[in-house]
């Protein structure tokens, strides 16, 4: 079966300095890859995703940038962070879209970033 | 720009009553409607609805989808504490080309508790 794996759980950062959180995937080839923000009160935000390695699509313009390394991990950077970064991130896989259809989504357990 | 709406923000009913949740949705070319459970974590993948009026059932979970009157319901009956949580809802809608379904628009959720 396939699981998704997202670290650190909890990271707290001082303004201005870089960030890396990591994604992998197990137990499928070829995902679709996301990252989503969540803020208190709000929905979930997508970042970024990815259909293929080196394939990055950005949805906001924003501090913080991704990059897909390898087929199942996918990388959430930042050179310089600002206040505004606080939030809870969340990766997420699917299946790549085919013929079959739509394939849901399936969520990491997220990664609470503070900045002080 | 696509919108998610969920009503109500918030619900606070005791152990054993039947809720009803929804979603109303504005979304250019829709493809599908996803409904998530967020605990503390991940949201976990509960239903996606493409057809309108045919329901999904898991249990004492249902839901089912208007694409005339462009929304949708989730029921639970006779909830227990375990179903306390953040149900989120999602659409999807089709890009067209190769990428097909990979954009999600989420809605802000309801916070469902249940007293025991």
């Known amino acids: 079966s396939q699981t998704i794996h997202q670290w650190p759980a909890t990271l707290v950062q001082p303004v201005g300095s870089p960030l890396s959180l990591e994604c992998t995937v197990e137990g499928t080839s070829n995902p679709n890859l996301y990252w989503y923000r969540q803020a208190a009160g709000r929905g979930l935000q997508l970042l970024f995703y990815?259909?293929?390695?080196?394939?990055i699509s950005s949805e906001v313009p924003q501090n913080l940038s991704a990059s897909r390394p390898q087929d199942r991990q996918f990388i959430l950077s930042s050179k310089k962070l600002l206040l505004s970064d606080s939030g809870f991130y969340l990766c997420?896989?699917?299946?790549?879209?085919?013929?079959?259809?739509?394939?849901?989504?399936?969520f990491g357990d997220g990664t609470r970033l503070s900045i002080l | 720009e696509d919108k998610v709406v969920q009503s109500p923000l918030s619900l606070v009913v005791h152990e054993g009553d039947t809720v009803t949740l929804n979603c109303s949705y504005e979304?250019?070319?829709?493809?599908?409607l996803l409904w998530y459970k967020q605990e503390k974590k991940a949201p976990t993948f509960l239903f996606m609805l493409?057809?309108?009026?045919i329901e999904k059932k898991s249990g004492r979970l249902s839901s089912i989808l208007d694409k005339k009157e462009l929304f949708s319901i989730l029921n639970i009956t006779a909830t227990q504490t375990g179903d306390s949580a953040i149900y989120l809802c999602a659409v999807g809608r089709l890009k067209g080309g190769y990428f097909g379904n990979e954009k999600l628009t989420f809605g802000t959720g309801t916070r469902l508790t249940i007293i025991p």
């Open positions: 493409t057809s309108s009026g």
């Open positions: 990815s259909v293929g390695i080196g394939q």
């Open positions: 979304v250019t070319n829709f493809r599908s």
């Open positions: 997420a896989w699917s299946e790549p879209w085919s013929d079959r259809g739509n394939q849901p989504q399936h």
